[in-house]
């Protein structure tokens, strides 16, 4: 089902690009409760899922870019100017003309678990330890986001904080 989704996803932002000169894509990061007290994580592109359990925070994606790839396989550095060059240079999205797959992640649900959904907009401008703070100390959406601001802000922001209770 959530497959089948994500295509109807693929399709619709296809059909968008469509009446537009340009590439048109956009990343997705979803999270749908189950009844059996988890959730399914969607994930393409470069935005992410965190989890803070237990005063652990942990990301819970993958970036589908160039860089990830890059990083992990020992290409290069992750401070290196190709690291830099491809950080945006997505290797699946929403929209792309291969339709990829999502990833799935299926993650168990605990009263008191928290977590953060975000583009690159936030993870690129705040830095994990202050994103894991924000968790712990309750920051609301709004005041991540004004933090984006603050920090440069050169990409769309956006945030959703869950709580489990």
Do not use: K
Request: include cysteine; hydrophobic fraction near 40%; charge should be negative.
């Amino acid at each position: 089902m959530l497959r089948a989704a994500v295509a109807e996803v693929q399709r619709a932002v296809r059909a968008a690009g469509r009446g537009i000169a340009e590439l048109t894509g956009c990343t997705l990061t979803a999270f749908v409760g189950d009844i059996d007290g988890s959730a399914w994580l969607v994930q393409l592109g470069d935005s992410r899922a965190y989890r803070l359990r237990d005063g652990v925070f942990e990301l819970l994606t993958s970036d589908h870019t160039a860089a990830w790839l890059g990083i992990l396989n020992g290409w290069y550095p992750p401070n290196s100017r190709e690291a830099h060059r491809d950080r945006h240079r997505l290797t699946r999205y929403a929209g792309h003309p291969d339709m990829p797959e999502p990833d799935l992640l299926n993650v168990s649900l605990r009263p008191g678990d928290r977590f953060l959904l975000c583009t690159d907009g936030v993870s690129d401008q705040i830095h994990d330890r202050r994103l894991a703070d924000a968790l712990t100390e309750r920051t609301t959406v709004v005041e991540l986001l004004a933090e984006t601001l603050d920090r440069g802000g050169d990409d769309n922001a956006t945030a959703v904080i869950i709580q489990v209770s």
